[in-house]
């Protein structure tokens, strides 16, 4: 799968939606159009005048680059990769940022794509 086989509990309200929505389809579905239920995790919480939001699934050891914005400013983009991979986008009041991040991460996207993408925008 997506993510390597990796099984991750994901206790946030909207994968609940996601996940009932998807079983539907699933027993509308001919056989082969059935497809696996593996969405790209994400939650975010909005404290006060600031939106954090995280999609994927980074580890602590992945690499990570800012790649719009600075923290000093409380408003950025960040990436993490691992093994030539995307594998996460965290963001502080860059809402657009987080979810394009997250198209590319359903993508496959390669942690060099990532990069070129930060680079055109």
Do not use: C
């Not at 994968?15 to 995790?41: F, I, K, Q, S």
Request: no cysteine.
């Amino acid at each position: 799968g997506r993510f390597g086989g990796e099984v991750m509990r994901v206790e946030h309200w909207d994968n609940a939606v996601e996940m009932g929505a998807h079983a539907a389809r699933r027993l509308l579905a001919d056989d082969h159009e059935a497809e696996a239920y593996e969405p790209v995790p994400w939650f975010w919480s909005d404290q006060y005048d600031r939106k954090i939001q995280l999609a994927g699934r980074p580890r602590p050891d992945d690499d990570f680059e800012i790649v719009t914005g600075t923290v000093e400013e409380r408003r950025f983009a960040a990436i993490y990769g691992r093994a030539g991979r995307l594998t996460g986008v965290l963001g502080f009041n860059r809402p657009r940022h987080v979810m394009q991040y997250r198209q590319l991460i359903a993508d496959g996207a390669s942690w060099e794509d990532a990069l070129a993408f930060a680079r055109q925008s």
